[in-house]
């Protein structure tokens, strides 16, 4: 199957790949095209901006998470009905997982390039060089022949002369100049403890900034130039990931909420759409705003976001709290992942939370970040134990106890993690099931065994 498509990729993070990625879909978009956004690696953030660019899912892809076999089929899954696809890489294009069980620059941007048969786009960060740049860039078309380098965009560039001076000196390096772009700190995105704002949390501010990324991008890269070099991609000997043949649909089709709104925007679509393919209805529910679940709750589903960000109003929202508590002791599954984890605990920063785990959590200024390797310690509504799942962790935040009397997970180097209480499974670990989908069938069917929520909700 063959859809046009290119990688952006950079020298290192903070060159300004998502800047660029961003304000290409917005360019194509407002020419008229399908454009699929994609994203390497397991940021959930970053994708934000171009899906909301694009008016469609920003897809993860990321051969930890899901494993190699599955990329170009999640790839094509995602890009259904597509003209175009724009994938933005992850750090430095050869900067991959650092972890024993796999070789250097497993999980790279470079790594799922070739996995795409893709060519890359290099933005280059031209703020602190001249005629370096060319040096810079020879250096990444030759390092690795099996990834293609099929064009620069200088970003950050000072002035006319600047230009002018970047483009003479790569002219010798033999990679095309795909455009200029000039540093615009008006089109700096606001940033906090775990990277930039989602996108779903500045609303009207983000799509002004997403139209204006637009704007400078099809003011200063040829589109005409990207458009060809995306056409130059051979075709792909994989076919579209399909979850209905990942899972056999469960009797019942169980209510299925899943949180969302601004406090809990991290979330891979492919969960969803596995629970779907399982039998369950899937919902949402915003626990901001929204003071109940919803009328015939079977399960729940809490990943990941900023609740520390909205502790105060998660917290005074009690009558959801109660709900949530309520589902738990009646034994209806519940599934949450870092920010749900939060949720559930006793207190978030001292503001009362959902209180189905006795658990403390408060925000830390140490990042914790890194790809994990785990195996369920337990047998749960997610996981039978022994499973092996491979996920990561992102977050500022500290859970007191780490772990309960029978903990979620065991690392492959570490202590063991997580919570597994009655038919609640809370843990750090971020999944995405398409890596492991006998998860969403268990959850699925766990959630047809439960008794669901009806009438209760006639006191509201």
């Avoid at 790594?111 to 060089?129: E, G, I, K, T």
């Avoid at 600047?162 to 790569?170: D, K, N, P, Q, Y």
């Avoid at 906090?192 to 983000?206: D, F, I, K, N």
Wanted: proline share 7%; hydrophobic share 45%.
């Amino acid at each position: 199957m063959s859809l046009p498509r290119v990688v952006v990729a950079a020298p290192s993070s903070n060159a300004g790949k998502t800047s660029v990625t961003t304000g290409l879909v917005a360019a194509l978009t407002a020419r008229g095209l399908a454009v699929s956004p994609h994203k390497v690696g397991p940021d959930y953030i970053d994708p934000g901006y171009a899906g909301l660019a694009a008016g469609r899912p920003g897809r993860n892809l990321d051969p930890w998470l899901v494993g190699e076999e599955r990329i170009a089929p999640l790839f094509l899954h995602g890009a259904r009905g597509a003209d175009v696809a724009v994938v933005e890489g992850v750090m430095g294009l050869f900067d991959g997982a650092s972890h024993p069980e796999v070789e250097p620059g497993f999980a790279s941007t470079a790594h799922v390039a070739r996995l795409l048969r893709a060519p890359v786009v290099l933005v280059v960060d031209a703020s602190s060089q001249a005629r370096s740049v060319a040096a810079l860039v020879h250096g990444f078309a030759t390092f690795d022949p099996s990834v293609r380098l099929g064009g620069v965009v200088l970003n950050r560039v000072g002035s006319d002369r600047h230009e002018a001076i970047l483009r003479e000196a790569l002219d010798a390096a033999g990679v095309p100049v795909l455009g200029a772009v000039r540093r615009l700190a008006e089109l700096g995105t606001p940033s906090r403890h775990l990277g930039l704002v989602p996108a779903a949390e500045r609303s009207a501010e983000a799509l002004a900034t997403v139209r204006r990324l637009g704007e400078v991008v099809a003011e200063g890269i040829d589109l005409d130039a990207v458009l060809r070099l995306a056409r130059t991609a051979p075709g792909l000997a994989a076919a579209p990931w399909d979850p209905a043949a990942e899972v056999t649909p469960v009797p019942g089709r169980p209510r299925i909420a899943v949180a969302g709104g601004p406090a809990f925007t991290f979330g891979y679509a492919e969960n969803a759409e596995l629970l779907a393919a399982a039998g369950a209805e899937v919902v949402t529910v915003d626990p901001l705003r929204d003071e109940a679940l919803p009328e015939g709750t079977a399960g729940l589903v809490v990943g990941g976001g900023f609740p520390e960000v909205y502790a105060d109003q998660l917290s005074a929202n009690t009558t959801l709290r109660a709900d949530i508590a309520a589902l738990t002791a009646r034994g209806g599954p519940v599934a949450a992942e870092c920010a749900g984890l939060l949720y559930l605990a006793r207190e978030l920063d001292g503001s009362p939370m959902c209180g189905v785990l006795d658990v403390a959590t408060a925000m830390t200024p140490r990042l914790t970040l890194g790809y994990r390797s785990a195996v369920a310690l337990t047998d749960s509504v997610l996981a039978r134990a022994g499973t092996r799942v491979r996920g990561h962790e992102f977050h500022r935040t500290h859970a007191l106890p780490a772990a309960g009397p029978t903990p979620a997970w065991q690392w492959s180097a570490g202590a063991p993690e997580g919570f597994v209480s009655g038919s609640v499974h809370a843990s750090y670990l971020h999944l995405n099931w398409a890596g492991s989908p006998a998860l969403a069938e268990r959850l699925v069917a766990a959630c047809a065994a439960a008794v669901p929520e009806r009438a209760s909700h006639a006191h509201r």
